[in-house]
């Protein structure tokens, strides 16, 4: 005899369709939900960036983490109309079930006219809904529906070897504390990271490698 409590995980384990997430899923009473904050120059105001996950087949080979609803808090009002719509529609697709990782770049894409801004680290967002994307899409890395861009361990020498490289013909107060990367360093276009400088003749990224010469 099955556990009720059990039931649907084992129906899953019997070979039924595994649960999918679409419009006729109804919300549960509870979310599992994660609060970033986005600080921005273009802001008075921190931005809190809330997403809250279902959980689909608990317990079984099929389950899986996905969006279900997000939502944008902040004491400054003067952008709410734009922000619950942006909000409502990044829920509606979440609720759709499929592919939502294509919101990532939609959003990345976004470009204030009035220009951009740089984080804390060089890190260039061209837009407050830019970094809404970026939001979005550490959090679907966290969850296992994108896969993440770290440098492998080839990379990772290559890239610690050229810092050190720049320290020893700089000298080690050329990097500022914190940072990680010296005063004065051009954007990188691969990366979008205020991390380029010249090391041998050549501009050289310090945060992805990305090199040119002459």
């Known amino acids: 005899m099955v556990d009720e409590r059990l039931r649907p995980a084992a129906e ?21 939900g994660v609060t970033y904050k986005i600080k921005s120059p ?3 105001h921190a931005l809190y960036v ?3 996950d279902i959980l689909l087949n608990a317990g ?5 983490r996905r969006p279900f609803e ?44 009035r220009g951009g801004y740089l984080k804390k680290g060089g890190v260039y967002m061209p837009s407050i809904v830019a970094e809404i994307g970026a939001v979005l899409e550490r959090h679907l890395i966290a969850i296992g529906l994108l896969h993440g861009h770290a440098p492998d361990e080839v990379q990772r020498r290559y890239l610690a070897e050229k810092r050190a490289a720049y ?19 051009q954007l990188c276009g ?25």
């Open 12 to 32: 899953a384990e019997a070979g039924k369709p595994p649960e999918q997430l679409d419009e006729h899923l109804e919300r549960p009473e509870m979310l599992i």
């Open 42 to 44: 273009l802001f008075e």
């Open 50 to 52: 809330t997403i809250n």
């Open 60 to 64: 079984t080979r099929f389950e899986q």
């Open 70 to 113: 997000i939502f944008i808090n902040s004491k400054g009002m003067e952008h709410f109309q734009w922000i619950v719509a942006l909000t409502r529609i990044m829920s509606a697709v979440f609720r759709k079930g499929g592919d939502c990782t294509f919101l990532v770049e939609e959003l990345k894409a976004v470009f204030d006219p």
């Open 167 to 185: 320290e020893a013909s700089q000298g080690a107060a050329a990097l500022e504390p914190g940072e990680g990367f010296p005063p004065g360093a």
């Open 190 to 214: 691969q990366c979008h990271t205020q991390s380029v400088v010249q090391l041998e003749g050549c501009t050289t990224c310090l945060n992805c490698g990305h090199s040119k010469c002459g």
